[in-house]
């Protein structure tokens, strides 16, 4: 069965860092596209970025360019997104989630691990 | 990447038809058929109904389908049932090989 789960939110400043983790188990974790996906409470879904599994290849949403870097470790099962620069309006829901094989869409998500950016 | 377009919100009464648009761009929507919709319940994580405009995924009900025109996406709930009060979010693939979501549409049924 196919399992994601996020760790790592907490509260942080503004201008902060902080460092999620995705943790995936039953399926060929390097074969597929891994996922960050954001929702501020009450608001809507907002596309973070996206990483290969070759470990090598990532796009990422303009309004996280240059502050955010997804990164994975296929021998650990474990996508990261390094998250630097934080403002407040980064505070939200953090979901990882699959691309599907070949496919462009999300298959499984994660439950979630929620981040708060504030003073 | 501005979000795609949809309706705030959408009602029905039980067994009607509903329709979610979602309008996006000759950069996204309009570019691939590769829009796909989700459904949230409140405090959950969002479930794919609908992939690649018009498929199902194995499971979903056949009361979901999704339909493209140009720059919109459609979803259609047919027979609404009292489960299918959620919001529903579509997204689409661009072509600057990133995805935007769209501004979600809570469904009631009344």
């Known amino acids: 069965e196919v399992h994601l789960v996020e760790s790592g939110g907490d509260l942080v400043q503004p201008g902060g860092s902080l460092r999620l983790s995705c943790g995936a188990s039953?399926?060929?974790?390097?074969?597929?596209?891994v996922h960050w996906v954001r929702q501020t409470p009450g608001k809507g879904l907002v596309w973070v970025a996206r990483i290969k599994g070759d470990e090598r290849t990532m796009n990422y949403a303009d309004s996280v360019k240059g502050r955010f870097t997804v990164s994975r470790d296929n021998a650990k099962n474990t996508v990261y997104l390094q998250m630097n620069t934080l403002r407040d309006e980064d505070t939200a829901v953090y979901y990882c989630?699959?691309?599907?094989?070949?496919?462009?869409?999300?298959?499984?998500w994660g439950q979630g691990t929620l981040v708060t950016v504030s003073s | 990447q501005s979000a795609l377009t949809q309706p705030a919100s959408v009602s029905g009464s039980p067994g009607q038809s509903i329709t979610i648009s979602c309008t996006g761009t000759s950069s996204d929507v309009g570019a691939y058929n590769y829009v796909s919709w989700y459904q949230q319940h409140p405090g959950k994580a969002p479930k794919v109904m609908i992939y690649d405009v018009s498929n199902r995924p194995s499971g979903v009900s056949n009361r979901f389908s999704g339909s493209k025109s140009g720059n919109t996406a459609s979803l259609t709930i047919s027979g609404l049932q009292a489960e299918d009060e959620a919001d529903y979010y579509c997204?689409?693939?661009?072509?600057?090989?990133?995805?935007?979501f769209g501004t979600g549409t809570k469904v009631t049924v009344l």
């Open positions: 989630a699959r691309g599907a094989f070949h496919l462009y869409y999300l298959d499984y």
């Open positions: 997204i689409s693939y661009t072509t600057s090989s990133t995805y935007v």
């Open positions: 039953g399926f060929t974790f390097s074969s597929y596209w």
